[in-house]
Protein backbone atom coordinates (compact mmCIF):
# COMPACT_ATOMS: atom_id res chain seq x y z
CA UNK A 1 0.00 0.00 0.00
CA UNK A 2 2.64 2.21 0.82
CA UNK A 3 4.59 1.45 -2.31
CA UNK A 4 0.98 2.50 -3.83
CA UNK A 5 0.80 6.09 -2.61
CA UNK A 6 4.99 6.57 -2.70
CA UNK A 7 3.85 7.83 -6.84
CA UNK A 8 0.91 9.31 -5.98
CA UNK A 9 2.50 11.48 -3.50
CA UNK A 10 5.32 12.34 -5.96
CA UNK A 11 2.85 12.81 -8.87
CA UNK A 12 1.33 15.53 -6.12
CA UNK A 13 4.26 16.73 -4.82
CA UNK A 14 5.33 17.72 -8.64
CA UNK A 15 1.83 18.94 -9.56
CA UNK A 16 2.18 21.27 -6.50
CA UNK A 17 5.44 22.48 -7.53
CA UNK A 18 4.50 22.95 -11.41
CA UNK A 19 1.26 24.98 -10.12
CA UNK A 20 3.42 27.08 -7.59
CA UNK A 21 6.10 27.80 -10.65
CA UNK A 22 2.29 28.76 -12.44
CA UNK A 23 0.92 30.60 -9.73
CA UNK A 24 4.38 32.92 -9.71
CA UNK A 25 4.48 33.22 -13.13
CA UNK A 26 0.48 34.08 -12.76
CA UNK A 27 1.75 36.62 -10.25
CA UNK A 28 4.38 38.04 -12.24
CA UNK A 29 2.06 38.52 -15.47
CA UNK A 30 -0.67 40.31 -13.21
CA UNK A 31 1.82 42.59 -11.73
CA UNK A 32 3.08 43.78 -15.09
CA UNK A 33 -0.64 43.56 -16.63
CA UNK A 34 -1.35 45.60 -13.58
CA UNK A 35 1.62 48.20 -14.04
CA UNK A 36 0.71 48.53 -17.61
CA UNK A 37 -2.84 49.09 -16.71
CA UNK A 38 -1.49 51.77 -14.77
CA UNK A 39 0.39 53.39 -17.22
CA UNK A 40 -1.83 53.14 -19.71
CA UNK A 41 -4.06 54.81 -16.82
CA UNK A 42 -1.92 57.00 -16.61
CA UNK A 43 -1.04 57.93 -20.53
CA UNK A 44 -4.63 58.38 -20.90
CA UNK A 45 -5.42 60.76 -18.59
CA UNK A 46 -1.90 62.40 -19.41
CA UNK A 47 -3.43 62.64 -23.09
CA UNK A 48 -6.93 63.49 -21.77
CA UNK A 49 -4.91 66.78 -19.66
CA UNK A 50 -2.56 67.52 -22.87
CA UNK A 51 -5.78 67.80 -25.38
CA UNK A 52 -8.10 69.61 -22.51
CA UNK A 53 -10.54 66.85 -22.36
CA UNK A 54 -11.46 68.09 -18.97
CA UNK A 55 -14.72 65.63 -18.08
CA UNK A 56 -12.43 62.98 -19.37
CA UNK A 57 -12.73 60.08 -15.91
CA UNK A 58 -9.85 58.06 -15.76
CA UNK A 59 -11.25 56.14 -12.29
CA UNK A 60 -13.98 54.48 -14.95
CA UNK A 61 -10.82 52.63 -16.42
CA UNK A 62 -10.11 50.60 -13.63
CA UNK A 63 -13.21 48.96 -14.41
CA UNK A 64 -13.36 46.56 -17.43
CA UNK A 65 -17.01 46.60 -17.86
CA UNK A 66 -17.00 50.26 -18.10
CA UNK A 67 -13.46 51.09 -19.08
CA UNK A 68 -14.37 51.09 -22.95
CA UNK A 69 -17.07 54.01 -22.81
CA UNK A 70 -14.55 56.83 -21.33
CA UNK A 71 -12.04 55.45 -24.14
CA UNK A 72 -14.26 55.66 -27.02
CA UNK A 73 -15.00 58.98 -25.84
CA UNK A 74 -11.32 60.17 -25.60
CA UNK A 75 -10.14 58.42 -28.91
CA UNK A 76 -13.37 60.85 -30.26
CA UNK A 77 -11.86 63.92 -27.86
CA UNK A 78 -8.60 62.64 -29.93
CA UNK A 79 -10.31 62.90 -32.92
CA UNK A 80 -11.66 66.22 -33.13
CA UNK A 81 -8.58 67.66 -31.59
CA UNK A 82 -6.40 65.57 -34.50
CA UNK A 83 -9.03 67.34 -36.99
CA UNK A 84 -8.51 70.85 -35.08
CA UNK A 85 -4.82 70.30 -35.74
CA UNK A 86 -4.91 69.35 -39.19
CA UNK A 87 -7.32 72.74 -39.66
CA UNK A 88 -4.83 74.74 -37.58
CA UNK A 89 -1.75 73.77 -39.30
CA UNK A 90 -3.75 73.94 -42.66
CA UNK A 91 -4.68 77.73 -41.29
CA UNK A 92 -0.80 77.75 -40.28
CA UNK A 93 0.56 77.43 -43.47
CA UNK A 94 -1.82 79.65 -45.60
CA UNK A 95 -1.18 82.31 -42.32
CA UNK A 96 2.64 81.12 -43.39
CA UNK A 97 2.24 81.53 -47.15
CA UNK A 98 0.63 84.83 -46.84
CA UNK A 99 3.15 86.28 -44.50
CA UNK A 100 5.81 85.67 -47.36
CA UNK A 101 3.61 87.18 -49.56
CA UNK A 102 3.51 89.89 -46.97
CA UNK A 103 7.13 89.74 -46.55
CA UNK A 104 8.03 90.53 -50.39
CA UNK A 105 5.37 93.20 -50.79
CA UNK A 106 7.08 94.82 -47.62
CA UNK A 107 10.82 94.46 -49.46
CA UNK A 108 9.14 95.69 -52.25
CA UNK A 109 7.55 98.55 -50.14
CA UNK A 110 10.90 99.22 -48.88
CA UNK A 111 12.84 99.27 -52.04
CA UNK A 112 9.88 101.41 -53.12
CA UNK A 113 10.30 103.87 -50.21
CA UNK A 114 13.89 103.80 -50.00
CA UNK A 115 13.77 105.41 -53.92
CA UNK A 116 10.94 107.59 -52.88
CA UNK A 117 12.72 108.98 -50.15
CA UNK A 118 15.67 109.52 -52.73
CA UNK A 119 13.34 111.17 -54.91
CA UNK A 120 12.93 113.55 -51.98
CA UNK A 121 16.02 114.33 -51.41
CA UNK A 122 16.98 115.03 -54.77
CA UNK A 123 13.59 117.14 -55.47
CA UNK A 124 14.30 118.79 -51.98
CA UNK A 125 17.91 119.94 -52.87
CA UNK A 126 16.47 120.96 -56.55
CA UNK A 127 13.87 122.77 -54.49
CA UNK A 128 16.42 124.46 -52.59
CA UNK A 129 18.44 125.45 -55.58
CA UNK A 130 15.26 127.14 -57.67
CA UNK A 131 14.61 128.91 -54.36
CA UNK A 132 18.42 130.11 -54.32
CA UNK A 133 18.07 130.45 -58.36
CA UNK A 134 14.59 132.37 -57.64
CA UNK A 135 16.14 134.80 -54.71
CA UNK A 136 18.93 136.03 -57.25
CA UNK A 137 16.29 136.33 -59.64
CA UNK A 138 14.30 138.50 -57.44
CA UNK A 139 17.30 140.64 -56.33
CA UNK A 140 18.08 140.97 -59.88
CA UNK A 141 14.81 142.18 -60.48
CA UNK A 142 14.66 144.56 -57.62
CA UNK A 143 17.88 145.79 -59.10
CA UNK A 144 16.65 145.94 -62.78
CA UNK A 145 13.09 147.89 -61.18
CA UNK A 146 15.89 150.36 -59.41
CA UNK A 147 17.46 150.54 -62.85
CA UNK A 148 14.30 151.44 -64.74
CA UNK A 149 13.58 154.01 -62.49
CA UNK A 150 17.20 155.57 -63.62
CA UNK A 151 16.34 154.78 -67.01
CA UNK A 152 12.69 156.45 -66.71
CA UNK A 153 13.68 159.27 -65.04
CA UNK A 154 16.95 159.81 -67.81
CA UNK A 155 14.38 158.94 -70.07
CA UNK A 156 11.77 161.94 -68.75
CA UNK A 157 14.77 164.52 -68.70
CA UNK A 158 15.98 163.30 -72.37
CA UNK A 159 12.54 164.16 -73.99
CA UNK A 160 12.43 166.94 -71.85
CA UNK A 161 16.09 168.04 -73.48
CA UNK A 162 14.57 166.99 -76.71
CA UNK A 163 11.44 168.84 -76.19
CA UNK A 164 13.46 171.85 -75.51
CA UNK A 165 15.83 171.47 -78.37
CA UNK A 166 12.61 170.94 -80.87
CA UNK A 167 11.31 174.09 -79.23
CA UNK A 168 14.81 175.85 -79.58
CA UNK A 169 15.44 174.45 -83.00
CA UNK A 170 11.33 176.10 -84.33
CA UNK A 171 12.69 179.18 -82.67
CA UNK A 172 15.59 179.50 -84.33
CA UNK A 173 14.21 178.56 -88.10
CA UNK A 174 11.87 180.94 -87.69
CA UNK A 175 14.26 183.45 -86.55
CA UNK A 176 16.58 182.10 -89.37
CA UNK A 177 13.91 182.07 -91.98
CA UNK A 178 13.16 185.63 -90.76
CA UNK A 179 17.15 186.82 -91.15
CA UNK A 180 17.27 184.96 -94.80
CA UNK A 181 14.07 187.13 -95.91
CA UNK A 182 15.73 190.22 -94.20
CA UNK A 183 18.67 189.49 -95.94
CA UNK A 184 16.87 188.62 -99.22
CA UNK A 185 14.60 191.99 -99.19
CA UNK A 186 17.76 193.83 -98.55
CA UNK A 187 19.95 192.26 -101.24
CA UNK A 188 16.95 192.58 -103.87
CA UNK A 189 17.21 196.24 -102.68
CA UNK A 190 20.88 196.95 -103.25
CA UNK A 191 21.07 194.24 -106.07
CA UNK A 192 23.28 192.22 -104.68
CA UNK A 193 21.28 188.51 -104.26
CA UNK A 194 23.96 185.62 -103.51
CA UNK A 195 23.49 182.73 -105.30
CA UNK A 196 21.70 179.36 -104.08
CA UNK A 197 24.85 177.29 -104.40
CA UNK A 198 26.87 174.69 -102.67
CA UNK A 199 29.77 172.61 -103.74
CA UNK A 200 29.47 169.59 -105.98
CA UNK A 201 29.48 166.57 -104.33
CA UNK A 202 28.61 167.83 -100.86
CA UNK A 203 26.92 165.45 -98.17
CA UNK A 204 25.45 165.05 -94.72
CA UNK A 205 23.70 163.44 -92.34
CA UNK A 206 19.88 164.08 -90.90
CA UNK A 207 20.55 164.21 -87.25
CA UNK A 208 17.30 165.24 -86.22
CA UNK A 209 13.54 165.25 -88.06
CA UNK A 210 9.93 166.89 -87.34
CA UNK A 211 7.54 165.35 -89.26
CA UNK A 212 5.06 167.78 -87.57
CA UNK A 213 6.89 171.28 -88.71
CA UNK A 214 8.26 169.29 -92.11
CA UNK A 215 11.94 170.12 -91.22
CA UNK A 216 14.68 168.18 -91.10
CA UNK A 217 18.50 169.14 -89.04
CA UNK A 218 21.66 168.48 -90.90
CA UNK A 219 25.05 167.84 -89.90
CA UNK A 220 26.67 170.13 -92.35
CA UNK A 221 26.63 174.15 -92.49
CA UNK A 222 28.13 177.38 -93.96
CA UNK A 223 31.61 175.87 -93.06
CA UNK A 224 30.83 173.18 -95.89
CA UNK A 225 29.98 175.39 -98.47
CA UNK A 226 26.22 175.42 -97.84
CA UNK A 227 24.11 178.50 -97.83
CA UNK A 228 19.81 179.00 -97.90
CA UNK A 229 18.05 178.10 -100.30
CA UNK A 230 19.86 175.00 -102.17
CA UNK A 231 18.17 172.00 -102.64
CA UNK A 232 19.48 168.83 -102.10
CA UNK A 233 18.61 165.14 -102.41
CA UNK A 234 18.36 162.91 -99.48
CA UNK A 235 19.02 159.06 -99.94
CA UNK A 236 18.39 156.05 -97.78
CA UNK A 237 21.84 153.53 -99.13
CA UNK A 238 21.45 154.11 -103.30
CA UNK A 239 17.98 155.00 -103.08
CA UNK A 240 16.29 158.46 -103.53
CA UNK A 241 13.53 158.94 -101.06
CA UNK A 242 12.59 163.10 -101.32
CA UNK A 243 14.62 165.90 -101.52
CA UNK A 244 14.77 169.18 -98.97
CA UNK A 245 15.58 172.77 -99.41
CA UNK A 246 17.69 174.46 -97.08
CA UNK A 247 16.06 177.42 -95.19
CA UNK A 248 18.60 178.59 -92.86
CA UNK A 249 22.25 177.29 -91.35
CA UNK A 250 25.50 178.19 -89.36
CA UNK A 251 28.86 177.14 -88.93
CA UNK A 252 28.47 173.21 -88.46
CA UNK A 253 24.51 172.81 -88.41
CA UNK A 254 21.72 173.60 -91.23
CA UNK A 255 17.42 173.54 -91.12
CA UNK A 256 15.96 172.08 -94.47
CA UNK A 257 12.26 171.90 -95.51
CA UNK A 258 11.36 168.44 -96.58
CA UNK A 259 9.60 168.86 -100.30
CA UNK A 260 6.64 166.90 -100.20
CA UNK A 261 6.56 167.17 -103.85
CA UNK A 262 9.45 165.17 -104.09
CA UNK A 263 8.96 162.62 -101.38
CA UNK A 264 8.87 159.01 -102.26
CA UNK A 265 9.15 157.70 -98.19
CA UNK A 266 8.90 160.16 -95.25
CA UNK A 267 13.12 160.83 -94.60
CA UNK A 268 14.21 159.25 -91.69
CA UNK A 269 17.44 159.76 -88.90
CA UNK A 270 20.73 158.66 -90.45
CA UNK A 271 19.63 159.07 -94.11
CA UNK A 272 21.91 161.24 -96.10
CA UNK A 273 22.02 164.36 -98.15
CA UNK A 274 23.30 164.99 -101.36
CA UNK A 275 23.84 167.87 -103.49
Known sequence: MSKLATPFIIIVLILSIVALVLGIQLFNQREILKGRTQRLENAA???????????????????YAQM???LNQLA?????RWD????????LENTKAELTSTRETL????????????QVVDLTSRLESKEVELAQANTQIEQLEVEKEDL????????SQLDNAKSEATDLKDEIASLNQTIEDMSRELGELPEKVAPRGLTGKILFINPYWNFVVL?????????????????????LIGKVRISAADNKMAIAEILTDWEVMPPKEGDYVLF
Open 152 to 159: NAQLADTQ
Open 76 to 80: AQGAN
Open 107 to 118: AATEEKLVATEA
Open 45 to 63: AEFAKSIHYDDFNAAQLKD
Open 84 to 91: ELQDTKLD
Open 219 to 239: DIGRDDGLSPNVEMLVHRKDK
Open 68 to 70: LTP
